[in-house]
Nanobody, 126 residues
Framework: QVQLAESGGGSVQAGGSLTLSCAAFGYSTNSFNSKFMGWFRQAPGKEREGVASIYIDGGGTDYADSVKGRFTISQDISKKTVVYLHMNDLKPEDTGMYYC???????????????WGQGTQVTVSS
């Protein structure tokens, strides 16, 4: 079973920056899909949406159009299962609970995942 621990959320003014961290613990299979980790967010009253995803065994990434050029997903140099979400030029519409996820289900980079963290809140004020 995989457990995920997120940190780094907080409150910031528009135009500011935050970096979220996610560490994965526990047993994981060695399957291709198990090497995908992603960040998702959910604003009040809205559906959860994919933000960014990374293939931790090669470094490939994918982003939602709404965050391209502003957010960067990366992994720790020494620990593949620690990933970061660097968020720049934050906007009020980026506000929401941000969740880390691991082990992709299916073929979409920002689709469904098997394991989820508890989430960390990001609030951007105008």
């Amino acid at each position: 079973q995989v457990q995920l621990a997120e940190s780094g959320g907080g409150s910031v003014q528009a135009g500011g920056s935050l970096t979220l961290s996610c560490a994965a613990f526990g047993y994981s299979t060695n399957s291709f899909n198990s090497k995908f980790m992603g960040w998702f967010r959910q604003a009040p009253g809205k559906e959860r949406e994919g933000v960014a995803s990374i293939y931790i065994d090669g470094g490939g990434t994918d982003y939602a159009d709404s965050v391209k050029g502003r957010f960067t997903i990366s992994q720790d140099i020494s620990k593949k299962t620690v990933v970061y979400l660097h968020m720049n030029d934050l906007k009020p519409e980026d506000t929401g609970m941000y969740y880390c996820a691991k082990e992709r289900l299916g073929t979409r980079w920002l689709g469904e995942y098997k394991f989820w963290g508890q989430g960390t809140q990001v609030t951007v004020s105008s």
